[in-house]
């Protein structure tokens, strides 16, 4: 069965802080998509990215994609409160397979 | 508003009754997909339409759950005889015809819960 593992799980860090999230997958795809998810709320998408190497960025978040390693990063640059939210990656492979998520909270 | 829309938003059922759920996608979008949020989760991938064909369903999914796209437009998603453990939020996305990208759009849910 594929595997989607995304860690941290729960992240809380400052304001003006860099930090990286990371999600590993069990499957060749080369299509890895990132979600934010505000508390009951529903997904607004974030990035695509399809294919090895691709790197997206907008503001403060950055996504990359290494299909080789199998892996995918996130990365939050100099934090704000407005990014507090859920994150999570999605891979397809015929579905879509999500990971468990990374709640990060921004403090002031 | 061009946005994938549900209804209801809200569903508060008692076990065993039967519910159902709509969904309306994003209107050139002829990928549908349907999934189930539980509380600390990812989404949980349940089923999916290329207009009205149902092309994969979860293993996951039991009898007691039934999808439909009758014209390829809006979908349905019925519990029958719903239990506590199907309490959740299910969530609707589409997309658009299958190709490079793939990136779906989600609707804002609807939340059951089942007393």
């Known amino acids: 069965e594929l595997k989607v593992e995304q860690n941290p799980l729960f992240l809380s860090m400052q304001e003006g802080k860099n930090y990286t999230i990371y999600c590993n997958y069990s499957t060749t795809s080369d299509r890895l998509y990132w979600y934010r998810q505000d508390p009951g709320k529903s997904l607004e998408s974030l990035f695509v990215?399809?294919?090895?190497?691709a790197v997206k960025q907008e503001g403060r978040l950055m996504a990359s994609l290494d299909t080789k390693a199998r892996l995918s990063t996130l990365h939050i640059t100099a934090a704000v409160h407005d990014l507090s939210a859920t994150y999570f990656c999605?891979?397809?492979?015929?579905?879509?397979?999500f990971g468990t998520g990374t709640s990060l909270t921004v403090i002031p | 508003d061009t946005g994938v829309s549900q209804d209801p938003r809200h569903k508060i059922t008692k076990r065993g009754q039967n519910v159902t759920f709509r969904c309306d996608p994003i209107s050139e979008h002829n990928r549908l997909y349907w999934y189930r949020q539980t509380l600390g989760q990812g989404p949980e991938f349940l089923t999916y339409?290329?207009?009205?064909?149902?092309?994969?369903k979860s293993r996951l999914l039991s009898d007691r759950f039934s999808a439909e796209r009758p014209k390829g437009s809006f979908s349905t998603l019925e519990i029958q005889r719903t239990e506590q453990g199907d309490s959740a939020m299910y969530l609707c996305?589409?997309?658009?015809?299958?190709?490079?990208?793939?990136?779906?759009?989600f609707g804002p849910g609807t939340r059951l819960t089942v007393l």
């Open positions: 999605a891979v397809e492979d015929n579905q879509f397979y």
């Open positions: 996305a589409s997309s658009l015809p299958a190709g490079i990208n793939n990136e779906q759009f």
């Open positions: 990215l399809l294919s090895n190497g």
């Open positions: 339409f290329q207009n009205e064909a149902q092309l994969e």
